[in-house]
């Protein structure tokens, strides 16, 4: 039997320019939609035009899909666990994040409907 030989042909190589461009349509489809934490599993609605969503209104969490805010290009998908808060008077309240996966820091911008509460907590000196 060749089946096994023949299927693994239309395999594309990972990071052949032909699986890059099958892989956008659909991450680009996702970017802002409502989605389901991964960590306190609520329901995370869109955000107003303009923004991307990208971590959870409740627990703060978000997963580590960017390269850049909002392109989906990351291939590590970790959990993003927050880790602290910074204040930019031009852009508001930042949430510092730590990848569970890989390490790496992040920071994204608070959303308006975050849970205050949950932001307070990471504002507390420890
Ligand atoms: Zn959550
Ligand atoms: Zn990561």
Request: glycine share 6%.
């Amino acid at each position: 039997m060749t089946a096994a030989s023949t299927r693994r042909v239309h395999n594309l190589p990972v990071d052949s320019p032909a699986a890059r461009e099958r892989k956008s349509p659909v991450t680009r489809k996702v970017e802002n939609c409502s989605f389901a934490c991964q960590v306190c599993g609520s329901q995370i609605r869109p955000i107003a035009r303009g923004t991307i969503r990208d971590h959870c209104t409740k627990c703060l969490h978000s997963l580590h899909v960017d390269v850049m805010p909002g392109d989906r290009a990351s291939d590590c998908g970790g959990v993003l666990v927050p880790t602290g808060t910074d204040y930019k008077a031009k852009k508001g309240i930042i949430i510092i994040y730590r990848c569970e996966e890989c390490g790496e820091t992040r920071r994204n911008r608070a959303a308006a409907d975050d849970d205050l509460s949950a932001i307070m907590e990471l504002q507390a000196p420890r």
